[in-house]
């Protein structure tokens, strides 16, 4: 199962690591505009972008789906066991010699 992986920034709002990156990549770009250094940020938005891919992630929706999905499945599985204990009550004890 993959995993939902947020970040935390300033004010304590939750981004996720697209967010992220991509406020990384327009300040890099504006740190770059019109310099040699172009390069070295395409480069770098490649390291990032092949980091990024290699993370177990999921979005937001799949995570609250799968959350749902584990909440009516616990619930099913309460019941059935309640409906498995009221019948081992019914059944007559039988004794092993």
């Known amino acids: 199962m993959k995993h939902a992986h947020f970040l935390c920034t300033k004010g304590n709002t939750m981004k996720q690591p697209n967010d992220v990156f991509n406020d990384f990549q ?3 770009s504006d740190l770059f ?6 390069d070295v940020e395409r480069n770098v938005k490649a390291m990032l972008s ?4 290699k993370l177990d992630l999921v979005t937001r ?3 609250d789906t799968q959350t749902q999905v ?3 499945t616990r619930a099913r599985l309460e019941e059935l066991e309640r409906r498995v204990a009221e019948l081992e009550q019914k059944l007559p004890l039988t004794q092993t010699p």
């Open 26 to 28: 327009a300040r890099v």
């Open 33 to 38: 505009k019109n310099s040699p250094a172009k």
């Open 50 to 53: 092949q980091g990024f891919s």
């Open 61 to 63: 929706e799949e995570f």
């Open 70 to 72: 584990l909440v009516r």
